[in-house]
Protein backbone atom coordinates (compact mmCIF):
# COMPACT_ATOMS: atom_id res chain seq x y z
CA UNK A 1 0.00 0.00 0.00
CA UNK A 2 1.06 3.73 -1.25
CA UNK A 3 1.17 7.00 1.21
CA UNK A 4 -2.11 8.71 1.16
CA UNK A 5 -1.96 11.60 -1.01
CA UNK A 6 -1.70 14.63 1.30
CA UNK A 7 -4.33 16.66 0.12
CA UNK A 8 -6.40 17.57 2.62
CA UNK A 9 -9.13 20.09 1.40
CA UNK A 10 -11.61 20.85 -1.55
CA UNK A 11 -9.52 23.71 -3.03
CA UNK A 12 -6.30 21.84 -3.17
CA UNK A 13 -8.04 18.53 -4.57
CA UNK A 14 -9.26 21.19 -7.59
CA UNK A 15 -5.97 22.45 -7.47
CA UNK A 16 -4.05 19.28 -8.58
CA UNK A 17 -6.34 18.95 -11.54
CA UNK A 18 -8.15 15.45 -9.97
CA UNK A 19 -11.01 14.44 -12.24
CA UNK A 20 -14.71 12.59 -10.77
CA UNK A 21 -15.31 9.42 -12.47
CA UNK A 22 -18.25 7.19 -11.91
CA UNK A 23 -17.57 4.48 -10.26
CA UNK A 24 -18.38 1.63 -13.19
CA UNK A 25 -15.98 4.36 -14.80
CA UNK A 26 -12.87 3.98 -12.73
CA UNK A 27 -13.06 0.21 -13.07
CA UNK A 28 -13.68 0.20 -16.62
CA UNK A 29 -10.60 2.09 -17.26
CA UNK A 30 -8.67 0.31 -14.14
CA UNK A 31 -9.31 -3.38 -16.13
CA UNK A 32 -8.54 -1.95 -19.68
CA UNK A 33 -5.35 -0.43 -18.45
CA UNK A 34 -4.09 -3.27 -16.42
CA UNK A 35 -5.34 -6.09 -19.88
CA UNK A 36 -3.24 -3.33 -22.01
CA UNK A 37 -0.24 -3.96 -19.95
CA UNK A 38 -0.34 -7.41 -19.48
CA UNK A 39 -0.81 -7.35 -16.00
CA UNK A 40 -3.21 -9.99 -14.78
CA UNK A 41 -6.41 -8.27 -13.02
CA UNK A 42 -6.93 -11.86 -11.77
CA UNK A 43 -4.26 -13.39 -9.41
CA UNK A 44 -4.38 -16.14 -7.25
CA UNK A 45 -7.16 -17.54 -9.67
CA UNK A 46 -6.69 -20.87 -11.38
CA UNK A 47 -8.92 -22.53 -14.05
CA UNK A 48 -10.85 -19.45 -15.17
CA UNK A 49 -8.60 -17.89 -17.72
CA UNK A 50 -10.54 -18.98 -21.06
CA UNK A 51 -14.10 -19.21 -19.26
CA UNK A 52 -15.23 -17.37 -16.25
CA UNK A 53 -13.03 -14.55 -16.45
CA UNK A 54 -13.80 -13.38 -20.45
CA UNK A 55 -16.96 -13.25 -19.07
CA UNK A 56 -16.60 -10.89 -15.89
CA UNK A 57 -13.66 -8.96 -17.71
CA UNK A 58 -16.85 -8.34 -20.37
CA UNK A 59 -19.62 -7.26 -18.08
CA UNK A 60 -17.50 -5.17 -16.16
CA UNK A 61 -16.52 -3.43 -19.80
CA UNK A 62 -20.27 -2.95 -19.98
CA UNK A 63 -21.06 -1.42 -16.61
CA UNK A 64 -23.15 -4.94 -15.45
CA UNK A 65 -24.07 -6.02 -12.02
CA UNK A 66 -22.85 -9.56 -11.43
CA UNK A 67 -24.11 -12.56 -10.03
CA UNK A 68 -22.17 -16.11 -10.27
CA UNK A 69 -23.73 -19.36 -9.94
CA UNK A 70 -22.13 -22.33 -8.89
CA UNK A 71 -21.66 -25.20 -6.55
CA UNK A 72 -19.57 -24.71 -3.18
CA UNK A 73 -15.66 -24.33 -3.16
CA UNK A 74 -15.34 -22.81 -6.74
CA UNK A 75 -13.77 -20.20 -5.62
CA UNK A 76 -16.50 -17.65 -6.32
CA UNK A 77 -16.67 -15.19 -3.64
CA UNK A 78 -12.37 -15.35 -3.71
CA UNK A 79 -13.54 -13.91 -7.27
CA UNK A 80 -15.49 -11.37 -6.05
CA UNK A 81 -12.79 -9.97 -3.63
CA UNK A 82 -10.43 -9.76 -6.76
CA UNK A 83 -12.83 -6.89 -7.89
CA UNK A 84 -11.19 -4.62 -5.52
CA UNK A 85 -7.70 -4.74 -7.29
CA UNK A 86 -9.54 -2.68 -10.27
CA UNK A 87 -10.19 0.22 -7.86
CA UNK A 88 -8.00 3.24 -7.30
CA UNK A 89 -5.85 2.81 -4.62
CA UNK A 90 -7.22 6.21 -3.22
CA UNK A 91 -10.18 8.30 -3.37
CA UNK A 92 -11.42 11.31 -1.88
CA UNK A 93 -14.15 11.54 0.17
CA UNK A 94 -15.69 14.35 2.46
CA UNK A 95 -14.11 13.89 6.41
CA UNK A 96 -17.04 12.70 8.64
CA UNK A 97 -19.54 11.87 5.84
CA UNK A 98 -21.74 8.51 6.91
CA UNK A 99 -22.01 7.51 2.84
CA UNK A 100 -18.35 8.40 1.96
CA UNK A 101 -18.78 10.75 -1.06
CA UNK A 102 -16.87 12.71 -2.56
CA UNK A 103 -16.38 15.96 -2.50
CA UNK A 104 -17.58 16.87 -6.02
CA UNK A 105 -20.76 15.21 -5.36
CA UNK A 106 -22.19 15.59 -2.14
CA UNK A 107 -25.42 13.57 -1.71
CA UNK A 108 -26.52 13.45 1.58
CA UNK A 109 -28.19 17.04 3.25
CA UNK A 110 -25.94 17.23 5.42
CA UNK A 111 -22.89 16.99 3.38
CA UNK A 112 -24.07 19.12 0.87
CA UNK A 113 -24.84 21.91 3.46
CA UNK A 114 -21.38 21.36 4.87
CA UNK A 115 -19.77 21.43 1.13
CA UNK A 116 -22.18 25.03 0.93
CA UNK A 117 -20.91 26.43 4.27
CA UNK A 118 -16.80 25.43 3.99
CA UNK A 119 -16.61 25.74 0.34
CA UNK A 120 -13.11 25.20 -0.95
CA UNK A 121 -12.13 24.97 2.66
CA UNK A 122 -14.17 21.58 3.18
CA UNK A 123 -12.14 19.45 4.71
CA UNK A 124 -11.63 15.85 2.83
CA UNK A 125 -9.75 12.78 4.02
CA UNK A 126 -8.60 9.56 1.65
CA UNK A 127 -10.36 5.88 1.48
CA UNK A 128 -8.20 3.16 0.43
CA UNK A 129 -9.71 1.11 -2.00
CA UNK A 130 -10.04 -1.78 0.48
CA UNK A 131 -12.49 0.28 2.71
CA UNK A 132 -14.53 0.15 -0.72
CA UNK A 133 -15.50 -3.24 -0.78
CA UNK A 134 -18.04 -4.51 1.53
CA UNK A 135 -19.63 -7.96 1.57
CA UNK A 136 -22.79 -9.63 3.21
CA UNK A 137 -23.84 -13.08 4.13
CA UNK A 138 -27.05 -13.18 3.16
CA UNK A 139 -29.06 -15.19 6.04
CA UNK A 140 -32.82 -15.64 6.67
CA UNK A 141 -32.87 -13.37 9.23
CA UNK A 142 -31.43 -9.97 7.07
CA UNK A 143 -34.00 -7.25 7.41
CA UNK A 144 -34.30 -4.52 5.33
CA UNK A 145 -32.72 -2.43 7.41
CA UNK A 146 -29.38 -4.09 7.70
CA UNK A 147 -28.98 -3.85 3.78
CA UNK A 148 -31.41 -0.63 3.07
CA UNK A 149 -31.46 1.51 6.24
CA UNK A 150 -34.40 2.49 9.01
CA UNK A 151 -35.03 5.16 11.09
CA UNK A 152 -33.09 5.76 13.56
CA UNK A 153 -35.33 6.36 17.23
CA UNK A 154 -32.30 7.54 18.96
CA UNK A 155 -31.75 10.05 16.59
CA UNK A 156 -35.71 10.81 16.85
CA UNK A 157 -35.17 10.79 20.64
CA UNK A 158 -32.60 13.97 20.11
CA UNK A 159 -35.52 16.32 19.53
CA UNK A 160 -35.47 15.51 15.50
CA UNK A 161 -38.89 15.51 13.41
CA UNK A 162 -39.77 11.84 12.01
CA UNK A 163 -40.11 13.90 8.47
CA UNK A 164 -36.12 14.85 8.62
CA UNK A 165 -33.54 12.70 6.67
CA UNK A 166 -30.84 13.21 8.83
CA UNK A 167 -33.47 10.83 11.54
CA UNK A 168 -32.10 8.03 8.86
CA UNK A 169 -29.53 5.38 9.85
CA UNK A 170 -28.47 4.11 6.47
CA UNK A 171 -28.00 0.36 5.44
CA UNK A 172 -24.48 -1.38 3.79
CA UNK A 173 -25.65 -0.88 0.32
CA UNK A 174 -25.81 3.42 0.78
CA UNK A 175 -22.90 2.95 3.15
CA UNK A 176 -21.38 1.19 0.10
CA UNK A 177 -21.75 4.35 -2.04
CA UNK A 178 -18.92 4.36 -4.92
CA UNK A 179 -18.09 0.96 -3.59
CA UNK A 180 -18.63 -2.40 -5.03
CA UNK A 181 -20.67 -4.41 -2.64
CA UNK A 182 -20.90 -8.45 -2.50
CA UNK A 183 -23.70 -10.30 -1.02
CA UNK A 184 -22.77 -14.16 -0.81
CA UNK A 185 -25.80 -16.79 -1.02
CA UNK A 186 -28.21 -14.08 -2.47
CA UNK A 187 -30.82 -16.71 -2.45
CA UNK A 188 -31.20 -16.73 1.12
CA UNK A 189 -32.25 -13.84 1.53
CA UNK A 190 -36.70 -13.91 2.13
CA UNK A 191 -38.09 -12.86 -1.11
CA UNK A 192 -39.38 -9.26 0.49
CA UNK A 193 -35.82 -8.39 1.37
CA UNK A 194 -35.01 -8.78 -2.30
CA UNK A 195 -37.88 -6.52 -2.98
CA UNK A 196 -36.11 -3.95 -1.31
CA UNK A 197 -32.68 -4.22 -3.57
CA UNK A 198 -35.17 -3.31 -6.83
CA UNK A 199 -34.57 0.36 -6.60
CA UNK A 200 -30.89 0.06 -5.90
CA UNK A 201 -30.37 -1.90 -8.80
CA UNK A 202 -32.29 -0.07 -11.36
CA UNK A 203 -32.81 3.39 -10.41
CA UNK A 204 -29.54 3.48 -7.99
CA UNK A 205 -31.74 5.47 -5.22
CA UNK A 206 -33.10 3.78 -2.08
CA UNK A 207 -36.70 4.32 -0.50
CA UNK A 208 -37.02 3.95 3.24
CA UNK A 209 -40.21 3.59 5.09
CA UNK A 210 -42.16 6.88 3.58
CA UNK A 211 -39.36 8.71 3.10
CA UNK A 212 -39.45 10.91 0.02
CA UNK A 213 -35.66 10.37 -0.41
CA UNK A 214 -33.53 10.37 -3.32
CA UNK A 215 -29.85 9.46 -2.87
CA UNK A 216 -28.21 8.49 -6.62
CA UNK A 217 -26.37 5.98 -5.32
CA UNK A 218 -23.15 4.50 -7.46
CA UNK A 219 -22.53 1.11 -6.20
CA UNK A 220 -21.91 -2.16 -8.07
CA UNK A 221 -23.95 -4.73 -6.73
CA UNK A 222 -22.14 -8.38 -7.15
CA UNK A 223 -23.59 -11.37 -5.73
CA UNK A 224 -22.54 -15.08 -5.63
CA UNK A 225 -25.53 -17.97 -5.36
CA UNK A 226 -25.05 -21.72 -5.56
CA UNK A 227 -27.96 -23.75 -8.23
CA UNK A 228 -31.25 -23.07 -7.16
CA UNK A 229 -32.12 -26.89 -7.99
CA UNK A 230 -29.55 -27.65 -5.14
CA UNK A 231 -30.11 -25.57 -2.09
CA UNK A 232 -33.74 -25.39 -2.23
CA UNK A 233 -33.76 -22.42 0.85
CA UNK A 234 -35.33 -20.19 -1.65
CA UNK A 235 -34.67 -18.34 -5.45
CA UNK A 236 -33.49 -15.31 -6.95
CA UNK A 237 -37.13 -13.71 -7.47
CA UNK A 238 -36.94 -12.66 -11.13
CA UNK A 239 -37.21 -9.47 -11.12
CA UNK A 240 -34.07 -9.01 -9.24
CA UNK A 241 -32.68 -11.89 -11.44
CA UNK A 242 -33.54 -9.39 -14.89
CA UNK A 243 -31.58 -6.29 -13.26
CA UNK A 244 -28.21 -8.20 -12.55
CA UNK A 245 -26.62 -6.98 -16.00
CA UNK A 246 -24.58 -10.75 -16.44
CA UNK A 247 -25.21 -14.22 -14.63
CA UNK A 248 -22.30 -16.21 -15.23
CA UNK A 249 -21.50 -19.83 -14.23
CA UNK A 250 -18.33 -20.66 -12.59
CA UNK A 251 -17.24 -24.72 -12.39
CA UNK A 252 -14.16 -26.32 -11.06
CA UNK A 253 -10.97 -26.59 -12.81
CA UNK A 254 -11.08 -28.13 -15.78
CA UNK A 255 -7.30 -29.16 -15.63
CA UNK A 256 -5.34 -31.57 -13.08
CA UNK A 257 -2.87 -28.45 -13.12
CA UNK A 258 -5.07 -25.58 -11.82
CA UNK A 259 -6.35 -27.93 -9.45
CA UNK A 260 -2.76 -28.41 -7.88
CA UNK A 261 -2.38 -24.88 -8.05
CA UNK A 262 -5.01 -23.96 -6.07
CA UNK A 263 -4.14 -26.60 -3.06
CA UNK A 264 -0.04 -24.96 -3.11
CA UNK A 265 -1.53 -21.89 -2.89
CA UNK A 266 -4.27 -21.77 -0.56
CA UNK A 267 -3.42 -24.94 1.81
CA UNK A 268 -1.51 -23.66 5.10
CA UNK A 269 0.68 -27.06 5.35
CA UNK A 270 2.70 -27.30 8.20
CA UNK A 271 5.50 -29.94 6.82
CA UNK A 272 6.45 -30.69 3.54
CA UNK A 273 3.88 -32.44 0.69
CA UNK A 274 5.76 -33.60 -2.13
CA UNK A 275 4.17 -32.65 -5.40
CA UNK A 276 2.89 -36.29 -5.96
CA UNK A 277 1.05 -36.16 -3.06
CA UNK A 278 -0.37 -33.44 -3.74
CA UNK A 279 -1.36 -34.22 -7.14
CA UNK A 280 -2.72 -37.51 -5.86
CA UNK A 281 -5.39 -35.69 -3.79
CA UNK A 282 -6.02 -33.40 -6.53
CA UNK A 283 -6.90 -36.33 -8.76
CA UNK A 284 -8.68 -37.88 -5.85
CA UNK A 285 -11.36 -35.15 -5.46
CA UNK A 286 -11.65 -35.10 -8.91
CA UNK A 287 -12.69 -38.43 -8.70
CA UNK A 288 -15.36 -37.92 -6.88
CA UNK A 289 -16.65 -35.04 -8.66
CA UNK A 290 -17.19 -37.74 -11.59
CA UNK A 291 -18.01 -40.66 -9.31
CA UNK A 292 -22.00 -41.67 -9.57
CA UNK A 293 -21.99 -42.54 -5.88
CA UNK A 294 -21.46 -38.73 -4.90
CA UNK A 295 -24.35 -35.95 -4.94
CA UNK A 296 -22.67 -33.86 -8.04
CA UNK A 297 -25.44 -31.22 -7.46
CA UNK A 298 -23.89 -30.54 -4.28
CA UNK A 299 -20.24 -30.67 -5.65
CA UNK A 300 -17.19 -31.63 -3.89
CA UNK A 301 -15.33 -28.54 -2.91
CA UNK A 302 -12.24 -27.48 -3.52
CA UNK A 303 -11.99 -27.03 -0.16
CA UNK A 304 -11.84 -31.01 0.43
CA UNK A 305 -8.58 -30.99 -1.12
CA UNK A 306 -6.68 -28.42 0.56
CA UNK A 307 -8.04 -29.61 4.17
CA UNK A 308 -6.66 -33.00 2.46
CA UNK A 309 -3.48 -31.08 2.20
CA UNK A 310 -3.51 -29.97 5.48
CA UNK A 311 -4.48 -33.01 6.95
CA UNK A 312 -1.43 -34.89 5.63
CA UNK A 313 0.86 -32.69 6.44
CA UNK A 314 -0.03 -32.68 9.62
CA UNK A 315 0.13 -36.08 10.43
CA UNK A 316 4.27 -36.18 9.41
CA UNK A 317 4.51 -32.84 11.28
CA UNK A 318 3.22 -35.22 14.47
CA UNK A 319 5.28 -38.23 13.15
CA UNK A 320 8.85 -35.90 13.04
CA UNK A 321 7.93 -34.23 16.19
CA UNK A 322 7.92 -37.94 18.09
CA UNK A 323 10.91 -38.90 16.33
CA UNK A 324 12.94 -35.97 15.90
CA UNK A 325 13.06 -36.13 12.01
CA UNK A 326 12.46 -33.63 9.21
CA UNK A 327 8.79 -33.58 8.93
CA UNK A 328 7.68 -34.97 4.98
CA UNK A 329 4.58 -36.79 4.17
CA UNK A 330 4.54 -40.20 2.63
CA UNK A 331 2.07 -42.12 1.21
CA UNK A 332 1.02 -44.12 4.73
CA UNK A 333 -0.14 -40.40 5.71
CA UNK A 334 -2.96 -40.21 3.01
CA UNK A 335 -5.55 -42.73 4.69
CA UNK A 336 -5.71 -39.73 7.48
CA UNK A 337 -7.24 -37.26 4.89
CA UNK A 338 -10.02 -40.21 3.97
CA UNK A 339 -10.83 -40.67 7.72
CA UNK A 340 -11.59 -36.84 8.70
CA UNK A 341 -12.60 -35.89 4.86
CA UNK A 342 -16.07 -37.93 4.58
CA UNK A 343 -18.13 -35.10 5.90
CA UNK A 344 -17.38 -32.89 3.27
CA UNK A 345 -18.55 -35.59 0.63
CA UNK A 346 -22.67 -35.45 -0.10
CA UNK A 347 -23.60 -39.20 -1.24
CA UNK A 348 -26.29 -40.65 -3.27
CA UNK A 349 -29.07 -42.11 -0.78
CA UNK A 350 -28.59 -45.30 -2.07
CA UNK A 351 -25.05 -45.43 -0.95
CA UNK A 352 -25.33 -45.33 2.76
CA UNK A 353 -22.89 -47.71 4.73
CA UNK A 354 -20.52 -47.34 1.72
CA UNK A 355 -19.23 -43.99 2.37
CA UNK A 356 -15.49 -45.36 3.32
CA UNK A 357 -15.39 -48.01 0.53
CA UNK A 358 -15.98 -45.25 -1.76
CA UNK A 359 -13.43 -42.89 -0.32
CA UNK A 360 -10.87 -45.73 -0.10
CA UNK A 361 -11.04 -46.98 -3.77
CA UNK A 362 -11.08 -43.84 -5.46
CA UNK A 363 -7.94 -42.49 -3.72
CA UNK A 364 -6.25 -45.79 -4.67
CA UNK A 365 -7.55 -45.02 -8.54
CA UNK A 366 -5.94 -41.78 -7.53
CA UNK A 367 -2.71 -43.41 -6.42
CA UNK A 368 -2.60 -45.28 -9.69
CA UNK A 369 -2.99 -42.95 -11.98
CA UNK A 370 -0.43 -41.03 -10.88
CA UNK A 371 2.10 -43.89 -10.53
CA UNK A 372 1.26 -44.55 -14.00
CA UNK A 373 1.95 -41.08 -15.32
CA UNK A 374 5.40 -40.68 -13.07
CA UNK A 375 6.65 -44.32 -13.17
CA UNK A 376 6.18 -45.70 -16.71
CA UNK A 377 9.31 -47.03 -18.38
CA UNK A 378 10.82 -47.87 -14.83
CA UNK A 379 11.67 -51.69 -14.47
CA UNK A 380 10.48 -53.05 -11.34
CA UNK A 381 11.56 -56.60 -11.99
CA UNK A 382 14.34 -56.72 -9.52
CA UNK A 383 12.03 -55.39 -6.58
CA UNK A 384 9.47 -57.50 -7.53
CA UNK A 385 11.68 -60.20 -7.33
CA UNK A 386 12.96 -60.15 -4.12
CA UNK A 387 9.73 -59.19 -2.32
CA UNK A 388 8.05 -62.73 -4.08
CA UNK A 389 11.34 -64.51 -2.73
CA UNK A 390 10.01 -63.22 1.06
CA UNK A 391 11.55 -59.71 1.38
CA UNK A 392 8.80 -57.57 3.17
CA UNK A 393 8.90 -54.56 3.64
CA UNK A 394 7.31 -52.51 6.52
CA UNK A 395 6.24 -48.67 6.79
CA UNK A 396 3.64 -47.14 9.18
CA UNK A 397 2.24 -43.50 10.44
CA UNK A 398 4.89 -44.05 13.45
CA UNK A 399 7.80 -45.12 11.68
CA UNK A 400 10.83 -42.76 10.62
CA UNK A 401 11.83 -42.47 7.01
CA UNK A 402 15.49 -43.50 8.04
CA UNK A 403 13.89 -46.63 9.59
CA UNK A 404 11.69 -47.02 6.05
CA UNK A 405 14.78 -47.08 3.80
CA UNK A 406 16.97 -49.30 6.21
CA UNK A 407 14.16 -51.88 5.99
CA UNK A 408 14.15 -52.15 2.08
CA UNK A 409 15.38 -55.09 0.55
CA UNK A 410 18.82 -54.87 -1.42
CA UNK A 411 18.95 -55.41 -5.20
CA UNK A 412 22.50 -55.47 -6.14
CA UNK A 413 23.70 -53.00 -8.31
CA UNK A 414 20.13 -52.37 -9.41
CA UNK A 415 19.34 -48.63 -8.95
CA UNK A 416 15.76 -48.44 -9.33
CA UNK A 417 15.29 -47.25 -6.03
CA UNK A 418 17.29 -43.85 -7.64
CA UNK A 419 15.37 -44.12 -10.32
CA UNK A 420 12.11 -43.82 -8.51
CA UNK A 421 13.34 -40.62 -6.32
CA UNK A 422 15.11 -39.33 -9.64
CA UNK A 423 11.67 -39.11 -11.15
CA UNK A 424 9.99 -37.86 -8.49
CA UNK A 425 13.25 -35.21 -7.27
CA UNK A 426 13.66 -36.88 -4.07
CA UNK A 427 17.08 -35.57 -2.23
CA UNK A 428 16.51 -36.73 1.05
CA UNK A 429 15.36 -39.41 3.39
CA UNK A 430 12.24 -37.92 4.20
CA UNK A 431 11.51 -37.50 0.13
CA UNK A 432 13.11 -40.36 -0.62
CA UNK A 433 10.77 -42.71 1.66
CA UNK A 434 7.85 -40.70 0.49
CA UNK A 435 8.79 -41.79 -3.01
CA UNK A 436 9.67 -45.29 -2.83
CA UNK A 437 6.39 -45.62 -0.53
CA UNK A 438 4.67 -44.31 -3.80
CA UNK A 439 5.79 -46.76 -6.35
CA UNK A 440 5.52 -49.71 -3.75
CA UNK A 441 1.90 -48.77 -3.29
CA UNK A 442 1.57 -48.47 -6.94
CA UNK A 443 3.09 -52.42 -7.27
CA UNK A 444 0.26 -53.28 -4.78
CA UNK A 445 -2.28 -51.60 -6.82
CA UNK A 446 -1.16 -52.94 -9.85
CA UNK A 447 -1.46 -56.75 -8.43
CA UNK A 448 2.49 -57.80 -8.72
CA UNK A 449 3.07 -57.86 -4.84
CA UNK A 450 0.62 -58.00 -1.88
CA UNK A 451 -0.40 -55.84 0.83
CA UNK A 452 -1.24 -56.47 4.51
CA UNK A 453 -2.91 -53.79 6.78
CA UNK A 454 -2.92 -54.13 10.65
CA UNK A 455 -4.29 -50.64 11.93
CA UNK A 456 -1.47 -48.25 11.46
CA UNK A 457 0.77 -50.56 10.28
CA UNK A 458 1.31 -51.43 6.53
CA UNK A 459 3.55 -54.81 5.21
CA UNK A 460 3.93 -55.18 1.76
CA UNK A 461 5.39 -59.03 0.88
Known amino acids: MSEAPSIATLGELRASG ?23 PWPGLHGFEDTVVPQLERALIAG ?20 VGLLDEWTPV ?20 SAVAHGDDLRISWRHRSERYSEKLATPDTSVADLIGDVDPMKVAEGRSLGDPETIHFGLIPRSHRGIVAINELPDLAERIQVAM ?12 GYVLRLPLDVLVVASANPEDYTNRGRIITP ?12 YPVALEAEVAVIRQEAELVADVPDHLVEILARFTRNLRESTAVDQRSGVSARFSIAGAETVAAAALHRATVHGEEPVARVVDLHTAVEVLGGKVEFESGEEGREDEILTHLLRTATAETVRQHFRGVDFALLVDAIESGAMVTTSGRMTALDFLTGLPRLGESDVYDQVCDRLGATNDGERAA ?12 RRIGKDTDGDETVYG
Open 240 to 251: LKDRFGAEIRTH
Open 64 to 83: HDVVLLGERGQGKTRLLRTM
Open 435 to 446: AIELALEGLYLA
Open 198 to 209: LNVMEERDIQIR
Open 94 to 113: ISGSELGEHPYDPVTVTSKQ
Open 18 to 40: HVLKPLRQEIRDNLLTKLRSGED
